[in-house]
């Protein structure tokens, strides 16, 4: 069945450091890929998403760019603010696998520090 | 109005309880999902219901028993719990069955 991989943490970084949270898919087909970020005592809010190969998803500074051939969906930000800290969550959708809802990752909880 | 609204947002009940949660999406959506949120585990979908019907029940013990009145709303229905079952509960919706989800706020439930 479809499966994402991610870096667990947790990440600590430093105020105006460079991020990247990676992640990785395996699914059949042509699944869309995602980035959900959940704050602490709240849900999970989409950050960004990208729908097909070679697509770039961007949304608050974060970006991520689909794969295909890496089957990965890495989440990168130039200049991380205290703000940022969360967990974050990679997921796929996959409709063509016959599959309802997303399959998600374990999650990254990102610590930044000023 | 938020777009996915879930009560109540804390839960405290024994094992012998009854209770249930409550979501209600004002987006317009056709799906909705039961996620659960445990430490150190990733998401577990629970179940889907699309246009009112149940599409998906991913070997769900029957102490966890899902409604779906309406496209609008959804419940999870708990009864003999064990502490096990203590996590945070997210109810979500989209519009098509594999699109982009949007989720509550969740439930904190906690089994004694």
């Known amino acids: 069945g479809d499966s994402v991989t991610q870096m667990e943490g947790p990440v600590t970084l430093s105020e105006e450091a460079f991020l990247t949270i990676n992640c990785t898919y395996t699914?059949?087909?042509?699944?869309?890929l995602f980035w959900y970020v959940q704050y602490p005592g709240e849900g999970l809010q989409l950050l960004l998403k990208?729908?097909?190969?070679?697509d770039k998803g961007s949304n608050k500074g974060f970006e991520a760019t689909y794969r295909k051939e890496t089957t990965s969906f890495h989440l990168e930000k130039g200049s991380v603010q205290v703000s940022d800290s969360a967990v974050y969550f990679c997921?796929?959708?996959?409709?063509?696998?016959?599959?309802?809802?997303?399959?998600f990752g374990k999650g990254t909880h990102l610590i930044i520090q000023p | 109005e938020t777009g996915v609204t879930q009560t109540p947002r804390h839960l405290v009940m024994g094992m012998t309880n009854k209770k249930s949660l409550k979501c209600e999406q004002h987006?317009?959506?056709?799906?909705m999902y039961w996620y659960k949120q445990s430490a150190k585990k990733p998401l577990e979908l629970m179940f889907v219901?699309?246009?009112?019907?149940?599409?998906e029940n991913n070997s769900v013990p029957s102490r966890f028993s899902p409604e779906c009145p309406n496209s609008s709303h959804l419940f999870l229905h708990l009864h003999t719990l064990q502490p096990e079952d203590s996590a945070l509960y997210l109810c979500?919706?989209?519009?098509?069955?594999?699109?982009?989800?949007?989720f509550g706020e969740g439930s904190r439930l906690t089994v004694l």
């Open positions: 979500a919706s989209s519009q098509a069955r594999a699109g982009e989800l949007f």
């Open positions: 699914a059949t087909g042509y699944p869309s």
């Open positions: 990208a729908t097909k190969a070679d």
């Open positions: 997921a796929l959708s996959n409709s063509g696998g016959g599959a309802d809802g997303l399959t």
């Open positions: 987006l317009g959506h056709n799906a």
């Open positions: 219901y699309n246009f009112k019907e149940q599409t």
